[in-house]
């Protein structure tokens, strides 16, 4: 019992739930590793009594939280603190605010900013602690709009080195702002990516959520590239002519999309600019941005330098170099500054043409713009976990228990926040983080947005069966959300496809969190709870694979566990969410109208059961939704036409009150491919496609803009919200 309620104490979960009425009890010994790695020790009876009495001394006397949040409609509960206690407020603008004796309320009156908040006792005992004031919701979108999906390195124009970069990007945006009407653009995860060969090309793990990559850069759009002389101008006119082979032999060869290949090229002709003297406006401008990033950006510059010379995985440097604030470290931090101010600059210049892509979009009349994707986790050898390895639980993984459809559960190998860190350091990793996504964002979409309530815990070495929830402080990480989007003034969607906790959905539509809505799961599962859906969400683990931000439903079959689930009509779907028909990680619409997407898994051999039975799952579902459409006058073309279907399908869409509505742009040009396969590793090329017809012909940024077809289906969606 006493390590019960150690676990209770510290978040962490001594069962769980697999499936409705079914209770699963987490093993001891998990538990007790779980509580290690948050720097608690339940080894034995004696360690347990320890630990309770140290609690009890320390977290149960504290006249504070951690962290202290206080929103319009929520004060905090400061009903333990001492009678005569006075409270001072340290406003973040640098001003003071003595309130006297504690009253909640008068707490929430204080601005909106991170302040400090000090209790005093008449006996002389102190307290100081974060003070969170936060607004009740983030932003709403302005207005129903819709826009289009996109993998950026799918995008390649004309002018990409490879791959689809931010002057592809800008130039969507551009055009499609125009021409469409559109209002917004959604990315994949634009962060840093843990440098190869060969580089994990999944954008879903990550060596910094914190930074951009800067093989994201268009190389031409660099104001220093028109300065280049000499033979510098030789250089960069022979790297130039190599990228155009790289892009000719994904457009016109057949060949994937080469990340590495990409990125050796822009790097050399990046080393060839930094040679290249800032303007004294220029130089000015990167000042003010290295000031304003301060030390997070140098100790993010100063992994990759010193990845250049000791490999990416930080843990098997030297001792001395495996902590940040190390003598070592500073020695070295001193030899390599030529390296780390190379770093810092290509920062500088991925931050810019983020910002001119944003620009782009509000000037074409995008009322949104960009919506940028925070990915669930980190890469544990990645430059976020050296710089924050006290923000991390060592010797963890995130990922997903075991359930009706995943027996096995998952281990996506991201190592994740500890929830008491967090909450000492008054959220300070995760409101940079957000603030840093937010710089050029309309929107931002949160992957497992169920992360922010609890997480699924995997200790290193052992099955993802014996994980353990850790919980998470919602309200606080909520509040820092709607904080942060408040300040950037952009809406927030959350990923929440998959197994959701009762009540998650609805804390979420309460602070004006946007859901996700794929059409072929929203169906009626029973009961009226939505919470309760059994839908299942894929992985990538480590071993097989499939990602977070993966997400699969169960099919509608007669005899599966969608039989008796009622397609959901329009007007049941809840307006605030992103409706789409598809993602990057589910089958093309056109797949699905073609059977493509079986016959794919089939040559994979990745099918649950017997191919007749699947195709046969397939064609009853497929059915099932012509059918639909057909009652409901969406589909007058008939049917047999996979155009007018996919016209239907998103006509469907506009039926709803969802107020984004989201186009996969491969869909747009009948793309049969996925961009990412889950339950495949080396067995399909993920996220190294480019954008394709129906023939598997690969389709620049131009013909995209020229596509007949695209232009027919957009204008769907242009009438329906005239």
Not at 205 to 233: C, K, M, N, Q, W
Not at 303 to 320: L, M, S
Not at 360 to 386: E, F, K, N, Q, Y
């Amino acid at each position: 019992m006493g390590r019960a309620r150690l676990a209770r104490l510290h978040g962490v979960a001594t069962s769980y739930a697999p499936s409705p009425g079914k209770s699963v009890q987490t093993a001891d010994d998990t538990v007790v590793a779980v509580l290690a790695a948050l720097g608690v020790d339940a080894s034995t009876p004696h360690a347990v009594c320890t630990a309770l009495a140290a609690y009890e001394d320390g977290a149960g006397r504290a006249l504070l939280p951690r962290t202290v949040v206080a929103r319009p409609d929520r004060p905090p509960d400061l009903t333990g603190l001492p009678e005569g206690t006075v409270l001072r407020v340290e406003t973040e603008g640098g001003g003071t605010a003595d309130l006297g004796a504690p009253d909640p309320a008068a707490l929430t009156r204080l601005p909106l900013g991170i302040h400090v908040l000090e209790a005093r006792t008449p006996g002389g005992r102190t307290a100081r602690a974060p003070l969170i004031v936060a607004p009740d919701r983030v932003p709403a979108p302005p207005g129903r709009s819709h826009g289009f999906l996109v993998q950026l390195y799918s995008l390649l124009s004309r002018r990409s080195w490879g791959m689809g970069d931010l002057g592809d990007l800008a130039d969507l945006a551009a055009w499609s702002g125009r021409a469409l009407g559109t209002g917004f653009v959604q990315l994949n995860p634009l962060h840093a990516a843990v440098p190869g060969p060969p580089t994990d090309p999944s954008p879903y793990r990550p060596s910094s959520r914190r930074f951009p990559d800067p093989v994201h850069l268009r190389i031409e759009h660099i104001p220093e590239y028109a300065d280049l002389a000499g033979t510098a101008r030789l250089r960069a006119d022979e790297l130039a002519a190599r990228a155009h082979t790289l892009r000719s032999e994904v457009l016109e060869g057949g060949a994937l999309i080469d990340r590495d290949a990409v990125w050796a090229l822009k790097r050399e002709a990046l080393e060839l600019l930094w040679a290249v003297p800032l303007s004294p406006g220029r130089r000015a401008a990167y000042c003010d941005f290295l000031a304003e990033q301060g030390q997070a950006l140098e100790d993010h510059a100063t992994w990759c330098a010193i990845a250049e010379r000791h490999g990416p995985d930080w843990r098997g440097w030297p001792d001395g170099l495996r902590d940040p604030r190390s003598p070592g470290t500073a020695r070295l931090r001193h030899r390599l500054l030529d390296r780390i101010d190379f770093h810092c600059r290509l920062a500088w210049l991925t931050d810019q043409q983020l910002a001119a892509a944003q620009r782009a979009a509000r000037d074409a009349g995008m009322a949104i713009g960009l919506v940028h994707d925070l990915a669930v986790g980190v890469h544990p050898s990645g430059a976020d976990t050296w710089a924050q390895q006290d923000a991390f639980a060592a010797g963890m993984s995130i990922g997903a228990p075991p359930d009706a459809f995943n027996a096995r559960g998952q281990d996506w190998g991201l190592p994740p926040w500890r929830p008491d860190a967090l909450a000492a350091a008054g959220y300070a990793p995760y409101r940079e983080l957000l603030r840093g996504l937010l710089r050029h964002a309309g929107a931002l979409r949160i992957d497992h947005v169920m992360g922010l309530f609890r997480l699924w815990w995997v200790p290193e070495g052992r099955p993802p069966t014996e994980g353990a929830y850790v919980r998470y402080d919602a309200e606080a990480m909520l509040s820092v959300l709607a904080l942060e989007a408040q300040r950037a003034g952009a809406a927030v969607i959350g990923e929440d496809l998959g197994t959701v906790e009762p009540g998650v959905r609805d804390a979420l539509a309460a602070r004006g969190v946007l859901g996700t809505s794929v059409l072929w799961f929203e169906r009626d599962y029973g009961g009226g709870e939505r919470d309760a859906a059994p839908r299942a969400e894929a992985a990538e683990a480590a071993e097989a694979a499939d990602g977070p931000g993966a997400a699969r439903a169960p099919e509608a079959v007669p005899d599966g566990p969608g039989a008796a689930a009622r397609i959901l009509a329009p007007g049941e779907w809840r307006s605030g969410c992103l409706a789409t028909v598809t993602t990057h990680d589910l089958p093309t619409t056109a797949a699905r109208l073609t059977g493509a997407d079986v016959a794919l898994r089939e040559r994979l051999g990745l099918l649950a059961g017997p191919p007749e039975r699947e195709r046969s799952r397939a064609t009853y579902e497929l059915a099932e939704w012509m059918g639909e459409l057909v009652r409901r006058g969406l589909l007058p073309e008939g049917q047999g036409d996979e155009e007018a279907a996919v016209k239907a399908v998103h006509r469907f869409l506009l039926r709803t009150p969802a107020r984004m509505v989201g186009v996969w742009l491969p869909d747009a040009v009948g793309d049969r491919r996925p961009q990412n396969l889950p339950g495949t590793w080396d067995e399909y090329p993920n996220w190294r496609l480019p954008i394709a017809g129906p023939d598997g012909r690969p389709h620049t940024l131009e013909e995209l803009a020229a596509s007949p077809r695209l232009h027919a289906l957009m204008r769907e969606l242009s009438d329906g919200y005239r």
